[in-house]
Nanobody, 125 residues
């Protein structure tokens, strides 16, 4: 089993920055990719960014490309989401996800088998 724990959420003004962290524990040697998703009130969960377990490949949603950066500290088994120039529409619960399958980094939520509890990000205008 794998456990994921997010941290770093909070309240930030539009145009500001925030960094989210997701620490993986347990059978991390089985993991192949990690990702961030978000869900705003009344909306479906949506893909934000993903990174391969080695950190060599990444993928972003168009809505956050050039503003958000996903990275990984292999020694700490931790993935980060650096959020710059945030906008009110970035307000959501951000969740970390991971999978141990062989298809690499993917967008659909169904592609991930492990999920964290989520952390709230609120952007004020």
């Amino acid at each position: 089993q794998v456990q994921l724990a997010e941290s770093g959420g909070g309240l930030v003004q539009a145009g500001g920055s925030l960094r989210l962290s997701c620490a993986a524990s347990g059978r991390t040697s089985s993991l192949r990719a990690m990702a961030w998703f978000r869900q705003a009130p009344g909306k479906e969960r949506e893909f934000v960014a993903a990174i391969s377990w080695s950190g060599g490949s990444s993928l972003y949603a168009d809505s956050v490309k050039d503003r958000f950066t996903i990275s990984k500290d292999n020694a700490k088994n931790t993935v980060y989401l650096q959020m710059n120039n945030v906008k009110p529409e970035d307000t959501a619960v951000y969740s970390c996800a991971a999978h141990g399958r062989n298809y690499g980094i993917v967008r659909p939520t169904a592609g991930y088998e492990y999920w964290g509890q989520g952390t709230q990000v609120t952007v004020s205008s």
